[in-house]
C-alpha cells in the first residue's frame, strides 16, 4: 500500500490527479541564492541614457532559477517521481547599500524558492480506493 505523504494539493485537484492514474508521493523543494556584486562597469551602464541588457545580472537571475529548480528536481529524483504538479515559485530581489571609496553603489541577492508535489504514474493501479481512516481519532 502507498505510504501517507504531505502535498499542496487541494482535494479536488488530488482526486483528478487519482483519476488519471497519478498519485502524489511528498512535498519537493528548491531554494538558491544568488550575490550579485555590482562592478564600476555594471554602475556606469546602470546610469546611462541607452536601454542595454546588464548581463551580470541576468545571469545570476538565470543561475538562482536554475539552482532552485534543480534542487527541486533532485528532491523528486529520491522519491523516484515522473513529475510534479501544483508548482508554485516565488524570486525576490533584494538590495544591499554598499559604500567604497566615498562612491555609493548596490550590490544585490537574488532568491528564487520553487516547491509543489512530486507524483508517480501508475496507469494500471486499477480503481480508486474508497477513502478510509488511517488513525482512529
Not at 492514474?21 to 531554494?31: A, D, I, Q, T
Not at 551580470?56 to 523516484?80: C, N
Request: glycine share 10%.
Amino acid at each position: 500500500p502507498p505510504e501517507p505523504f504531505l502535498s499542496g494539493l487541494s482535494g479536488q485537484e488530488f482526486w483528478t490527479l487519482l483519476k488519471t492514474g497519478s498519485r502524489p508521493v511528498g512535498l519537493v523543494f528548491g531554494n538558491s541564492a544568488h550575490y550579485v556584486h555590482t562592478n564600476w562597469q555594471d554602475r556606469r551602464r546602470a546610469f546611462s541614457w541607452y536601454n542595454q541588457e546588464m548581463p551580470q545580472y541576468t545571469q545570476s537571475l538565470y543561475q538562482a532559477q536554475r539552482g532552485a529548480f534543480g534542487r527541486m528536481h533532485g528532491q523528486a529524483a529520491q522519491h523516484q517521481a515522473h513529475g510534479i504538479v501544483g508548482l508554485h515559485i516565488e524570486h525576490s530581489l533584494r538590495r544591499i547599500p554598499m559604500r567604497q571609496n566615498d562612491v555609493e553603489y548596490e550590490d544585490y541577492v537574488v532568491e528564487y524558492i520553487s516547491w509543489g508535489t512530486a507524483i508517480l504514474e501508475a496507469p494500471h493501479a486499477g480503481g480508486v480506493a474508497a477513502p478510509a481512516m488511517i488513525r482512529e481519532l
